[in-house]
């Protein structure tokens, strides 16, 4: 019998896939191979080779607090007026993330891992999911990481690579083609809570693409659920937080515990509908 963690996208909310983990180890239940997608793919990087214990996961909640917008979205003038004038495709160069990937992650090729990793990214110019488990790591992750107008692509075996959420977010779909028997999904879900649009680019563009995302995954989930034996736990829920909030990173870690230690102490997690708890949704604006 083995174990996949599938770690989905979801930029600032990747904080609570910490307190997800957390309560998983709490368990015993530990992967056997770890597939992640953007936010998720840094999450995977940093547990393949260190494992999951309570020290390792809250290390990186340790990362997670140290995040902050400016810190991954650093901007340039030259970098935004070139995004203007049609020189640059991102509005935001890769410096911010490259140094929070190389500070962190602990291997310099992706077969390295002590457990088997797979990073999620997208071919630019055909839309395919392109499947990453070896080669330069760090470069794996920055293209998995690369959404669209925001951060650059990044070139890997001559192919233009960016967000692995624009092909398939929760790459589900990767695990149970690799036989594994049980597949925790790690979601992000989406802010189905605030109360009004973004006002910013690039928060717009990750808020319209979390929507985009949290709609594929409940598709990937119904289409697989009868393949594998799937858990999803479920994000925290409501989420008022906007896209480049950073600074809520230890409630986020808190909630995501709190959600999965509840749904996991039900039957292990089980479900006969998995996507059911994590299909799209609003809340009602009180005035």
């Known amino acids: 019998m083995s174990t996949a963690f599938v770690l989905s996208g979801g930029a600032n909310l990747g904080a609570m896939q910490v307190g997800m983990l957390r309560a998983l180890a709490e368990r015993g239940v530990n992967p056997d191979t770890l597939v992640g997608t953007s936010a998720g793919a840094l ?38 007026l070139s995004a203007i004038v049609g020189r640059q495709s991102a509005l935001f160069g890769s410096g911010g993330l490259r140094s929070l990937v190389d500070t962190h992650l602990d291997f310099d090729r992706i077969e390295q891992a002590a457990t088997p990793l797979t990073v999620v990214a997208t071919d630019l110019l055909t839309g395919e999911q392109v499947d990453i488990d070896h080669g330069p790591a760090a470069e794996a992750i920055l293209a998995s990481s690369a959404i669209s107008g925001i951060f650059p692509a990044v070139r890997i075996d001559g192919r233009i690579l960016v967000d692995g959420g624009v092909a398939d977010n929760t790459p589900v779909s990767r695990a149970v083609e690799s036989g594994d028997d049980t597949v925790y999904v790690l979601p992000c879900g989406y802010p189905c809570a605030v109360t ?36 999803v736990l479920p994000p925290p829920c409501p989420i008022d937080i906007g896209a480049l909030d950073f600074s809520r990173a230890d409630e986020l870690i808190t909630r995501g515990y709190e959600s999965a230690s509840r749904f996991l102490d039900v039957d292990e997690g089980r479900r006969a509908a998995p996507a059911d708890h994590v299909d799209l949704h609003v809340h009602p604006i009180h005035r």
């Not at 260190?50 to 979205?73: C, D, I, K, Q, Y």
């Not at 680019?201 to 995302?213: E, F, G, K, R």
């Open 196 to 231: 009004e649009p973004p006002t910013t680019v690039a928060a717009t563009i990750l808020h319209t693409m979390s929507l985009l995302i949290q709609k594929r995954l409940v598709r990937d989930i119904r289409e697989y659920a009868d393949d594998a034996d799937l858990r």
């Open 43 to 80: 999450n995977a990087a940093y547990i393949a080779n260190r494992g999951t214990t309570p020290n390792v996961v809250e290390s990186l909640g340790e990362v997670w607090r140290s995040l902050s917008a400016w810190r991954l979205f650093r901007p340039s003038a030259r970098q935004l």
